[in-house]
C-alpha cells in the first residue's frame, strides 16, 4: 500500500487567510490531480502528510482560483498546526477515522470506556484529530451515564494532555467556584490574603465562556495575564501567589477544547464538569482545594441535594488523585458585589481590599470565610483560627499591599480601564423589597452590554435581596461603549429586569 | 430590539465558490463593520436576514481579500438556499440557537421527547438551522433509549418534511432491503416481475452511502434515475412500476441529512434506522411493504434475535401508519448474484431477466421468492399462488419485456457501461471448500476499486459458499479505471482477500 500511496501526486501548500476556529480545514480544488474530487464532498475528512508529519482535517472543495489545481490551501489553524511553510509539498489521502472513535461509538451503544480507551480519545481530541461532530459524539455519548472510573480516567488523561505544574512545597493551596453567579470575583480577594500570609497559591483561571466576565479577564483590567509557566514561576516565587490566565499556561488544553464543544450545545454534565475542574488542578499541581458551590433558584445548583452529589464527586476525585479536597455550599441567590463586567468587578475588588467605605460587604464577607479555610490549611492555623487571621490580613492592608506586589510582578496589560459612556439606569416600577435577582437574567444584560469584550461595559448594582426600594429608584446602571449593544441591553432590561420586588412589608423574601 | 437591529449596517452578498456539503458557510472580514469580529470565532452560528428570509451559517473570518469589509461571503449551499443574487444587502446577527435544541438537551439528559419536540426538531434539521454538531448531538442523545412513541413521532415528522406521494389506486406495493449485502440487486428484478402482473410497485432507491452501489446507482447504468415527481408518475402510470433515486423526488430528505451524519460516526441505532426506512415508504404512498432482513456473519444482523425485533419495529410502525408490512429474514452469508459495483451487477440483473444460461441462481431464485410475496397482496393470488406467476412472469420473457418499458420510458442516463480495463485475479492460496465470504471485507474492496462512482469498477465472484477451489484458482476478479485505486485494491486483496477456505472434505460448510 506504501507503494501505491507514493504514487499520488504531491500539492504543494498555500496558506489561505481563513480563520475556523478550532477546526483543521484545508481547501483543494474539484479539478485537483491529487485527489479525485468526485469521491469527496464538503466537509470530507483527509490526512495530510509530509514524511512523519501529519494532520487531520475537513476538506472544502472549490472550482474558481481560491486555489489551484496542485495547490492545498491550508485555513490558519490547519496552517499554524502543521507547522511547514507555503510551497512545501505534501500528500493528501481519505483520513482514516481515529481508531479511539471506535470506543466512541461502543459506548453510545451502551458499554464503558476503558482508561486506555480514554487515553486515546483525549490524546485524539488534543491533537485536532476529531472533528466538532466526533467531539459531540463523545460528550453526549458519555452524558448519559458515566462510571466512577470513567470519570477518574477522564480527569487523568485530560490532566496528562498538557502542562503539568509542580512546586517545591508541601502544600499548594488553590480554590475553585464553579461559576454562574455574577460578580462573585473572591479569588482577587483571597489570593493576595492567602499569599500575603505566605502559603502558596499559583492560582490560574479562565476567561469568561458565555459569563460577562470570569477572574482572568477581570484581573486583566489591573494586570498581564498571559504569562507564561516560567513567567507565573516567577511571580509565585516572588509573591506566593499569582492571578494568571490558565489558557496561556496549556493547562489541561483537551479541556478548553471539550468546553468549546459543550458550549453551543448547552451540554452541561456533573461528571464532565467534575472531570474537567479536577484535571486542571492536577496539572497545576496543587496539594489542597477548595471548591465553592453556590447554590441559588437561578445559580447551577438549586438544591443542597444537587450540591451534595457534586461534592461527592469532587472528594472521590480528590481522593484518588491526593489532592484533600474541600467542598463549601455557599448563598447563591443572587450577585455578590456591586459589579457585574471586568473593570466594575475589578473596582469592587480594590474596594473591598482598601477597606473603602462603600465596598461591597457580601464580597468582603464571602472572601474572608473562603481565605478562612484555605488558611487553615496552615497547620499552625488549624481549628478556627483562619477567620481571625483572615480578618487581620485584610483590615491591616497587607493584602491590599500583597495584591499591589503581585499586579507589579506580572505587569502591566494596557487594557482599558473607563467605564462605558452609554448609561441608563433601570428602576423599579413599584414600591417594595427586592425578592430575588435573576442571576442568569443580568449575565445576559451585561454580556449585550459589550462585556467582557469591551472591559468597561457592565452593570452596577444598586440593591440586593431584602432591600427596600421606592418606585422609580434605580435598580442598576448599565454600562455600555456602543450604541447598538447599549440599545439592545436597555430593551432587554426594560422587557425584563431581574429583579423581583415583593410587598413591603412581609412578603416572601428568603432568609 | 427592532429598532436596535435596523442601525446595524448591511452587507453586500458576495458569492464564495466553495462547498461546504451540507453545511451553511459565511466568510465576513476580521475588520467587517457589521460584526466586530473579535466577539466571534470561527464556527460561530450566525442568522442572515434578508425582509422575512433568514438562513442560519457557520461563520468563518478572514483579514485579506476574499470578503470586502462590507461584504459577506456566502458558501456555494449557503448561497443556493439563501436564494438572493450578488451584492444583496442583507443583515447579520449572532444566531440564536434554534428552540428546539432545549428538547435535545433535555433528552441527553434523560427525558423523553414529546411529539411536537420532534416535528420542530426535524423541521429544523430540514432547513438546514442545525448544524453538524447539533445533528450529532440530536442522533447521540436519541441513541441510547428510543421509546415508541418517539419512534412514531419521528417517523411521522420525518415523512411529512418532504414530497409526499399519493397514488389513486387501493394497492401500492414496495420493497426495502436494510442493505449491507454485495450484489443483491433484487429490486431490478422483482420489480419487472411484479409490475408485468399489473400490480402498481413506485420504486424508489438511494445511491449508495457507504457500499460500492445502490440500487439507484445500478439502475443508472441502464436508465436514468433522476426523475422529477411528475416524470416518475408518468412513468408509473405507463409501465405499473418505475426504478427511480428517492433523492431526487425529495421523499424524506431529513433522513438524508441525518444519514450524512450517521455515516462519518458510524452511527447505527435500529429506531433511527426504521424511523429512516417507514418515514420514506410513508411518503412514498406504499399500502403493502415487504422487508428484507439478511442475516449472516457479516450482515447488518447477525442473529435471529436481533431480526426478530427489528421485526418487531417494522410491523408496530407499519400498523400504525396503515401499512401492512410483512418481514422475513434472507441469508446474508456472502454476496447474491456475481457482480459487486454498478455494471457488473446490472449485468448480472439482465442475464436473471434474460434467462441467460450462466444468470447467477442465487438471485433468481431470491428474487422470485421476494417477488411471490409481493404478488399475493394480490386477491387472486393469495394463498401460496404468488411464485408459480413470478416464475411464470419471469420465465415467459415478461419479466424482461416489462424492464425495457421501464428502461424506455424513464430514458437514457448517458452513463459509461464499460468495464475498468484494470483487472486482477485474485487467487486461492490454497485447496479446499469455500466456508465463509465476508460482506463487508468485499464492499470495501470494490469501493477500493472505484465503485460506484467509476460504475464499471468492482469485483466479479467466480466461488461462492460451498464450492470446491483448488490453489491457484481464481475466487474474483477485480476491475478498475484507476492505477492507484487498482493497486491499493489489489494490495487490501492480497493483504485480506475475504474468503476462508476450509479443508476439502467435512469442514464447517454451512448448510
Same mark, same amino acid.
Request: glycine share 8%; proline share 3%; aromatic share 6%.
Given at each position: 500500500m506504501t507503494a501505491a500511496r507514493t504514487t499520488r501526486p504531491q500539492l504543494k501548500i498555500r496558506r489561505i487567510n481563513l480563520d475556523t476556529g478550532r477546526e483543521n480545514v484545508v481547501v483543494i480544488s474539484s479539478r485537483s490531480k491529487a485527489l479525485r474530487a468526485d469521491v469527496y464532498r464538503g466537509?470530507?475528512? @483527509?490526512? $495530510?502528510?509530509?514524511?512523519?508529519? @501529519? $494532520?487531520?482535517? +475537513?476538506?472544502?472543495? +472549490?472550482?474558481?482560483g481560491l486555489v489551484g489545481v496542485d495547490e492545498i490551501g491550508l485555513a490558519e489553524p490547519a496552517f499554524r498546526r502543521f507547522g511547514e511553510p507555503a510551497g512545501t509539498p505534501i500528500t493528501i489521502t481519505p483520513a482514516a477515522r481515529p481508531?479511539?472513535? &471506535?470506543?466512541?461509538?461502543?459506548?453510545?451503544?451502551?458499554?464503558? %470506556? +476503558? =482508561?486506555?480507551?480514554?487515553?486515546? *480519545?483525549?490524546?485524539?481530541?488534543?491533537? /485536532?484529530?476529531?472533528?466538532?461532530?466526533? *467531539?459531540?459524539? %463523545? $460528550?453526549?455519548?458519555?452524558?448519559?451515564?458515566?462510571?466512577?472510573?470513567?470519570l477518574l480516567a477522564l480527569a487523568h488523561a485530560m490532566a496528562q494532555a498538557g502542562t503539568q505544574l509542580t512546586w517545591d512545597r508541601p502544600i499548594v493551596v488553590d480554590k475553585h467556584c464553579i461559576g454562574g453567579i455574577p460578580g462573585n470575583r473572591t479569588s482577587m480577594i483571597v489570593v493576595p490574603i492567602v499569599a500575603a500570609h505566605g502559603l502558596t497559591i499559583p492560582k490560574t483561571s479562565s476567561r469568561a465562556i458565555t459569563s460577562p466576565a470570569g477572574t482572568a479577564d477581570t484581573m486583566e483590567v489591573l494586570a498581564r495575564v498571559d504569562l507564561s509557566v516560567e513567567e507565573m514561576k516567577e511571580v509565585v516565587a516572588a509573591c506566593h501567589g499569582c492571578l494568571v490566565w490558565g489558557g496561556h499556561v496549556n493547562l489541561s488544553p483537551a479541556d478548553d477544547i471539550l468546553i468549546s464543544v459543550e458550549r453551543p450545545l448547552s451540554l452541561d454534565t456533573r461528571e464532565q464538569m467534575v472531570a474537567s475542574i479536577m484535571s486542571k488542578k492536577i496539572a497545576a499541581g496543587s496539594t489542597h482545594l477548595l471548591i465553592d458551590l453556590p447554590v441559588g433558584p437561578s445559580a447551577k445548583l438549586t438544591t =443542597?441535594?444537587? =450540591?451534595?452529589?457534586?461534592?461527592?464527586?469532587?472528594?472521590?476525585?480528590? &481522593?484518588?488523585? !491526593?489532592?484533600?479536597?474541600? @467542598?463549601?455550599?455557599?448563598?447563591?441567590? #443572587?450577585?455578590?458585589?456591586?459589579?457585574?463586567?471586568?473593570?466594575?468587578?475589578? #473596582?469592587? @475588588?480594590?474596594?473591598?481590599? !482598601?477597606? =473603602?467605605? &462603600?465596598?461591597?460587604?457580601?464580597?468582603?464577607?464571602?472572601?474572608?470565610?473562603?481565605?478562612?479555610? $484555605?488558611?487553615? /490549611?496552615?497547620?499552625?492555623?488549624? !481549628?478556627?483560627?483562619? /477567620?481571625?487571621?483572615?480578618?487581620?490580613?485584610?483590615?491591616? !492592608?497587607?493584602?491590599?499591599?500583597?495584591?499591589?506586589?503581585?499586579?507589579?510582578?506580572?505587569?502591566?496589560?494596557?487594557?482599558? +480601564?473607563d467605564l462605558g459612556s452609554f448609561t441608563a439606569d433601570i428602576k423599579a416600577t413599584h414600591d417594595g423589597i427586592v425578592d430575588s435577582i435573576d442571576c442568569l437574567c443580568l449575565n445576559r444584560l451585561a454580556r449585550s452590554a459589550g462585556a467582557p469584550i469591551d472591559k468597561g461595559a457592565g452593570i452596577r448594582l444598586f440593591k440586593k435581596i431584602g432591600d427596600r426600594v421606592a418606585q422609580g429608584e434605580p435598580l442598576y446602571r448599565i454600562y455600555a461603549f456602543e450604541e447598538s449593544q447599549y440599545e439592545l441591553a436597555v430593551a432587554a432590561a426594560n422587557a425584563n429586569n431581574g429583579y423581583l420586588v415583593g410587598p413591603p412589608s412581609g412578603g416572601k423574601a428568603a432568609p
Open positions: 466537509f470530507s475528512r @483527509v490526512e $495530510l502528510r509530509r514524511d512523519a508529519k @501529519v $494532520l487531520l482535517a +475537513t476538506l472544502l472543495l +472549490t472550482d474558481d481508531a479511539s472513535l &471506535d470506543a466512541v461509538r461502543a459506548k453510545i451503544q451502551g458499554r464503558s %470506556f +476503558t =482508561a486506555a480507551e480514554i487515553d486515546a *480519545i483525549i490524546d485524539d481530541i488534543t491533537h /485536532y484529530r476529531y472533528s466538532d461532530m466526533e *467531539i459531540a459524539a %463523545f $460528550l453526549v455519548g458519555s452524558a448519559s451515564f458515566m462510571s466512577s472510573d470513567e =443542597a441535594a444537587e =450540591a451534595m452529589r457534586l461534592r461527592k464527586l469532587f472528594e472521590f476525585v480528590g &481522593d484518588h488523585f !491526593g489532592i484533600a479536597v474541600e @467542598v463549601i455550599t455557599t448563598d447563591g441567590r #443572587q450577585p455578590i458585589g456591586n459589579g457585574i463586567g471586568p473593570v466594575l468587578e475589578a #473596582q469592587d @475588588v480594590m474596594a473591598v481590599l !482598601g477597606n =473603602a467605605a &462603600d465596598a461591597p460587604r457580601d464580597l468582603r464577607e464571602k472572601s474572608l470565610r473562603l481565605a478562612a479555610h $484555605l488558611l487553615e /490549611y496552615d497547620p499552625e492555623l488549624r !481549628g478556627g483560627k483562619g /477567620y481571625a487571621r483572615a480578618r487581620e490580613l485584610l483590615d491591616s !492592608g497587607a493584602a491590599l499591599k500583597q495584591m499591589e506586589k503581585i499586579i507589579d510582578a506580572q505587569g502591566p496589560s494596557g487594557c482599558r +480601564t
